[in-house]
């Protein structure tokens, strides 16, 4: 465990020379890793808030984010290895003068408000004006007492370290949001078992960004490095495995119990009226990291591994989806089985297969439990605030299996996407684990 | 006024993601012409983040003449109150004068007759405490918080609806409250609470909470079952809730106010929920509802209407399927999603068949929608469905629109338009069409309490159609109006008429000439009007 607060004396800093070529003073009231937190307190509630911010495009910007931070603390770090060279396309970040003092939090604070003002420009007024005032505030409290020219440079180098990322994010093809990601031109591909629009809302008879499985990825090579089976064979036969796969969706809704309409509620993580799916973990991480007061070198560690797993599983997930273009279930149904047939939860606006709360959320348990260990027992209140009571799970598998079956109960997914994409998720997440983090 | 062929034809790849095809059919588009200047309008709805919603208007007679007269609200500025001045069908002018409503502060407004004196009274909605003034007569206000036991409260006010309950002397208001402006780090969740001032005696009692409450920027008290007694509906920003949803309350006299829920048939629907405007656009008897929103605006008619004639509280939406989903910008080069806010139904073009107007606007350098978001004039086709014709008839405005009203100004049969902007000086336009179709103009009065039939329908027979409208106090977007209700005549030369009042009595059918001017007092003859 790291302690809460460390002081490092110059002398010892003087020691790390050979290793760092820079100076660390740490000699705010408030400890990094609460920085570190309390920016995505903030980040969670704009990516609920920023109308662009559908579940992959929240992803892309947790991997950027939290490979910011990690990199912004690793430059001050004896222990933490840069991920440069390690993902796909970066570069080493600006380095820190040699022999010159840095507090790390204001540091760390410069770097979040640079990389969450970037990411999170497109937000509206009230968020840019909430952004403003955490920006105002951590600055005050962290800038007392500290030399002025250890506020100047410190804050330099968190928002070089900062810029250096996003050139980086810049150059992925995923920088560009238009439409809140719904292409204004696309040709639906028709025949049986293709995906259809399945909302009356106009901005969605298009898929949602259909090209992101073409994004460059993080930690995994490309975006079909995860590659699935393919799903049961389309059919509208009775006795067909894809009937059977559309008839058990059925039959769960209409005898969903209480336990089961729960769960689909607590994963349902909607866009703009929640963190998204992989908010969802970032808040699981968060809620761990804050209980068990875990330090920045670890914290940074988690939140970098997690973001850069998440992207990556959305973007191999998109790969699988365009490239297999499902019709979902209530499209299905209502043709087959009940034409009148509602789902509990609003089906997303792109092809089904597979589901992507299921890839992303076995990814994100591989990383965690790689940090915190196989049967990690955990309460998860990410959606107090919404009247949802906090679930708890006997692992991070756990969790990712509920999250998985969540899609079945809700009545948007069949059972093949959340089977094969939870084992997806497996490959992407592995690909994360592998990164060498420490020296 | 010309006709304007509605082709079915839609350019390939482009039918997926406008309204589906439509039969061909010819609609007359209506000519606006802005006469702001010249009528002498100069009021800018002005602020920083505390107004970057509301921006109302509000249109009463309150000097007898017939013609409506206007409040413009200017946020961090006093509000303008303008007399109108205008002759009958002449070019629209207004005269600003003072009047006791030139509060600051100010986000939108409501007229009412709130002590049933005749003599028009209004609720002004502020950042800060809300001002209900009693009309004096000759358009002179005086504040009556204290006389009328109105409590106005510290809110951030966005919301407004009123409503005689069964066999009160007094109205209730519903009052539709925003986010803690007081919060800058975490403005999301800290919806305050909405207000329900219902009556005591000839007076407000204190106000009861509204709980739970979801940040509303509009509200409507409407009879949408036909039940007889009005539900409040809500419609709520989701962008500062938590866990809410739109709503619609049980307000049932001395009851406490309770949710629709699963059971009633009641389904969850978020949207940043803006405006609300009604009407029984299909003839069934039944208003339907448009809401506004962002990227995704909703028409909703009930799902199902059993043999009984008691509807559960179940609705669809038809936005998509009548072409009314106004998503994004029908014209200019940007074609980034639209923010919508005041929607109004009002028949422009004198068919027989309400339109939709909708105020557009960006909430303040949001880089996700659009920025030059012209305001969407949908005329209603004979099918159902809707046709843009915002840029053919003139009102396709790029300012930053919020508030909006659409009243006969100038009292020649023609719906006219005014518009309130953010930063940018409100807008007026006359319209100027030839009619298409004749009209008739109705005004509904009864003795005592609730003068104005709040909660009552006029009813009018056009051919085997009957149109309905309820007359109700609320909705839109932080904009209330008082006055005649227009009624589109098409090509009929004469109209049979009658009042539905509050209380569910109903008068004779009555017939009437078309293009004229008729106050219809309870249980008399529809007596006709002429401006002096």
């Given at each position: 465990m790291v302690p809460i607060r460390r002081m490092v004396s110059l002398a010892i800093v003087v020691a790390w020379l050979g290793v760092l070529n820079a100076a660390a003073v740490q000699a705010s009231a408030m400890p990094p890793e609460d920085v570190l937190r309390s920016w995505y307190g903030m980040i969670l509630k704009l990516v609920r808030h920023?109308?662009?911010?559908?579940?992959?495009?929240?992803?892309?910007?947790?991997?950027?984010?939290?490979?910011?931070?990690?990199?912004?603390?690793?430059?001050?770090?004896?222990?933490?290895?840069?991920?440069?060279?390690?993902?796909?396309?970066?570069?080493?970040?600006?380095?820190?003068?040699?022999?010159?003092?840095?507090?790390?939090?204001?540091?760390?604070?410069?770097?979040?408000?640079?990389?969450?003002?970037?990411?999170?420009?497109?937000?509206g007024p009230t968020g840019q004006r909430a952004l403003t005032a955490i920006e105002t505030k951590l600055h005050a409290e962290l800038i007392a007492g500290l030399p002025a020219d250890v506020v100047e440079r410190s804050e330099a180098q968190g928002r070089a370290v900062a810029a250096h990322i996003i050139a980086w994010s810049a150059t992925d093809g995923?920088?560009?949001?238009?439409?809140?990601?719904?292409?204004?031109?696309?040709?639906?591909?028709?025949?049986?078992?293709?995906?259809?629009?399945?909302?009356?809302?106009?901005?969605?008879q298009k898929p949602?960004?259909?090209?992101?499985?073409?994004?460059?990825?993080?930690?995994?090579?490309?975006?079909?490095?995860?590659?699935?089976?393919p799903p049961p064979d389309y059919s509208e036969d009775k006795t067909s495995s894809f009937f059977k796969e559309a008839n058990e969706v059925y039959e769960t809704r209409q005898n969903l119990s209480k336990e089961q309409r729960a769960i689909a509620r607590f994963w349902s993580d909607d866009p703009m009226l929640s963190p998204t799916p992989p908010g969802h973990w970032i808040s699981i991480a968060l809620q761990i990291l804050e209980r068990d007061k875990i330090g920045i070198d670890k914290?940074?560690?988690?939140?970098?591994?997690?973001?850069?797993?998440?992207?990556?599983?959305?973007?191999?997930?998109?790969?699988?989806?365009?490239?297999?273009?499902?019709?979902?279930?209530?499209?299905?149904?209502?043709?087959?089985?009940?034409?009148?047939?509602?789902?509990?939860?609003?089906?997303?606006?792109?092809?089904?297969?597979?589901?992507?709360?299921?890839?992303?959320?076995?990814?994100?348990?591989?990383?965690?439990?790689?940090?915190f260990g196989e049967n990690f027992a955990f309460e998860d209140g990410t959606h107090k605030r919404d009247g949802l009571a906090p679930r708890a799970f006997t692992s991070f598998q756990a969790a990712a299996d509920e999250a998985g079956i969540s899609r079945l109960y809700g009545g948007i997914h069949f059972r093949a996407a959340i089977e094969h994409g939870l084992e997806q998720g497996r490959c992407v997440g592995a690909y994360a684990n592998a990164l060498k983090t420490r020296r | 006024m010309r006709l304007l062929l509605a082709s079915a034809a839609l350019a390939a790849g482009s039918a997926a993601v406008v309204a589906p095809a439509h039969a061909q059919s010819s609609v007359a588009i209506p000519s606006f012409v802005e006469e702001t200047v010249r009528a002498g309008i100069n009021s800018i709805y002005a602020g920083e983040w505390q107004y970057m919603v509301g921006g109302g208007v509000a249109t009463f007679d309150c000097n007898d003449d017939g013609f409506p007269d206007m409040l413009l609200a200017g946020g961090e500025a006093p509000a303008k109150f303008y007399?109108?001045?205008?002759?009958?069908?002449?070019?629209?002018?207004?005269?600003?004068?003072?009047?006791?409503?030139?509060?600051?502060?100010?986000?939108?407004?409501?007229?009412?007759?709130?002590?049933?004196?005749?003599?028009?009274?209004?609720?002004?909605l502020r950042v800060g405490e809300n001002v209900a003034m009693r009309g004096k007569g000759q358009c002179q206000f005086e504040r009556a918080n204290e006389a009328w036991g109105f409590d106005g409260g510290d809110g951030w006010s966005t919301a407004f609806a009123a409503s005689w309950e069964h066999g009160a002397q007094w109205p209730t208001l519903a009052i539709g409250n925003y986010i803690d402006r007081n919060e800058e780090t975490s403005p999301w969740g800290s919806c305050t609470e909405n207000w329900l001032h219902r009556p005591a005696e000839k007076k407000f009692a204190a106000p009861l909470a509204l709980k739970p409450s979801?940040?509303?920027?509009?509200?409507?008290?409407?009879?949408?079952?036909?039940?007889?007694?009005?539900?409040?509906?809500?419609?709520?920003?989701?962008?500062?809730?938590?866990?809410?949803?739109?709503?619609?309350w049980h307000v049932d006299g001395a009851e406490k106010p309770t949710l629709f829920n699963d059971?009633?048939?009641?389904?969850?629907?978020?949207?940043?929920?803006?405006?609300?405007?009604?009407?029984?656009?299909?003839?069934?008897?039944?208003?339907?509802?448009?809401?506004?929103?962002?990227?995704?605006?909703?028409?909703?008619t009930l799902a199902g209407i059993p043999p009984d004639g008691k509807p559960p509280a179940t609705f669809k939406d038809v936005a998509f399927a009548k072409g009314a989903t106004a998503h994004r910008p029908y014209m200019g080069s940007d074609l980034r999603p639209s923010t919508?806010?005041?929607?109004?139904?009002?028949?422009?073009?004198?068919?027989?068949?309400?339109?939709?107007?909708?105020?557009?606007?960006?909430?303040?350098?949001?880089?996700?929608?659009?920025?030059?978001?012209?305001?969407?004039?949908?005329?209603?086709?004979?099918?159902?469905?809707?046709?843009?014709?915002?840029?053919?008839?003139?009102?396709?405005?790029?300012?930053?629109?919020?508030?909006?009203?659409?009243?006969?100004?100038?009292?020649?049969?023609?719906?006219?338009?005014?518009v309130v902007n953010r930063w940018k000086t409100a807008q007026l336009w006359r319209n100027t069409g030839s009619k298409a179709g004749s009209w008739i103009e109705v005004r509904l009065q009864q003795d005592g309490a609730n003068r104005d039939g709040v909660g009552g329908w006029l009813e009018v027979k056009r051919g085997d159609k009957i149109m309905r409208r309820e007359l109700t106090s609320g909705g839109g977007h932080v904009s209330g109006q008082s006055g005649w209700l227009h009624v589109g005549l098409g090509e009929a030369r004469r109209a049979e008429v009658r009042a539905v009042w509050p209380d569910g009595a109903s008068d004779e059918w009555q017939s009437v000439d078309a293009n004229g001017f008729y106050l219809l007092a309870r249980g008399k003859p529809a007596m006709p009007w002429q401006p002096k």
């Open positions: 920023t109308a662009t911010y559908s579940p992959p495009v929240a992803s892309r910007s947790f991997a950027y984010i939290g490979v910011t931070a990690f990199e912004t603390v690793a430059g001050g770090s004896k222990d933490l290895q840069s991920l440069a060279g390690q993902l796909n396309g970066l570069t080493p970040a600006p380095q820190r003068e040699a022999g010159k003092t840095y507090d790390e939090a204001l540091t760390l604070h410069a770097a979040m408000a640079h990389a969450t003002h970037s990411f999170f420009g497109n937000t995923g920088a560009v949001i238009e439409n809140m990601g719904f292409p204004m031109a696309y040709d639906l591909v028709a025949g049986p078992g293709k995906w259809v629009p399945t909302s009356t809302v106009a901005q969605q949602l960004l259909p090209s992101w499985g073409r994004l460059r990825t993080f930690a995994m090579p490309q975006g079909n490095s995860c590659p699935l089976p914290s940074a560690d988690v939140l970098a591994r997690l973001g850069v797993t998440l992207a990556d599983a959305f973007i191999g997930c998109w790969d699988s989806k365009f490239q297999y273009n499902l019709v979902r279930p209530v499209t299905y149904i209502r043709k087959f089985i009940d034409p009148k047939w509602e789902t509990l939860l609003n089906t997303p606006p792109f092809p089904e297969y597979p589901s992507g709360h299921s890839t992303q959320s076995s990814a994100a348990a591989l990383v965690l439990t790689r940090f | 007399r109108n001045a205008s002759e009958r069908g002449g070019p629209l002018h207004f005269e600003a004068q003072a009047s006791g409503l030139e509060l600051d502060k100010m986000t939108g407004a409501y007229p009412l007759d709130i002590d049933s004196d005749g003599k028009m009274d209004l609720v002004l979801y940040c509303p920027l509009s509200m409507l008290f409407t009879d949408w079952n036909r039940s007889g007694t009005p539900s409040l509906r809500v419609s709520n920003d989701r962008e500062y809730y938590e866990g809410g949803q739109e709503q619609l059971a009633e048939g009641w389904r969850p629907l978020r949207i940043w929920g803006m405006g609300i405007a009604s009407y029984d656009l299909d003839f069934d008897g039944y208003p339907e509802y448009f809401l506004t929103s962002m990227a995704d605006n909703k028409l909703q919508a806010w005041h929607t109004q139904f009002e028949d422009v073009n004198n068919d027989g068949l309400v339109d939709l107007f909708i105020a557009k606007g960006n909430v303040a350098e949001m880089p996700d929608f659009a920025t030059s978001d012209p305001n969407n004039l949908l005329l209603q086709l004979p099918d159902g469905k809707f046709q843009e014709a915002g840029g053919d008839a003139g009102v396709a405005s790029t300012f930053t629109s919020r508030g909006a009203a659409l009243a006969d100004f100038n009292l020649d049969g023609l719906v006219d338009l005014v």
